[in-house]
């Protein structure tokens, strides 16, 4: 049974930093992709990033390539999504999903099996 759990969000202002996080269950011995999902009011849910583990391929969003960084702390089994330089428009409901048995992480939410349950990131002026 694989449980994620996210969390890290909170009220933050432009230009701040903020470390997601989503510790999983059930993952530490098989071979999985986590991804991160931001979904604003009104909106649909949308990729931010993805990786998978073991493995180095990471994909990124083009809104938040360059700002965001995902990664994995193998001691705690928590994937990471580190945020710098955060805008305005980062502001949503962020999610992260895992599925297992995937070499390049998919980035569409179909593609997922496991999901948090959000946590709120707002960017204040």
């Known amino acids: 049974q694989v449980q994620l759990v996210d969390s890290g969000g909170r009220l933050v202002q432009a230009g701040d930093s903020l470390r997601l996080s989503c510790a999983a269950s059930g993952l530490s011995s098989r071979r999985f992709a986590v991804g991160w999902f931001r979904q604003a009011l009104g909106k649909e849910r949308e990729f931010v990033a993805s990786?998978?583990?073991?493995?180095?391929?990471?994909y990124y969003a083009d809104s938040v390539q360059g700002r965001f960084t995902i990664f994995r702390e193998y001691t705690k089994n928590v994937v990471y999504l580190q945020m710098n330089s955060l805008k305005l428009e980062d502001t949503a409901v962020y999610y992260c999903a895992a599925v297992l048995d995937k070499i390049v992480p998919p980035t569409k939410t179909d593609e997922y099996d496991f999901w948090g349950q959000g946590t709120q990131v707002t960017v204040s002026v």
């Open positions: 990786g998978s583990w073991p493995g180095s391929i990471r």
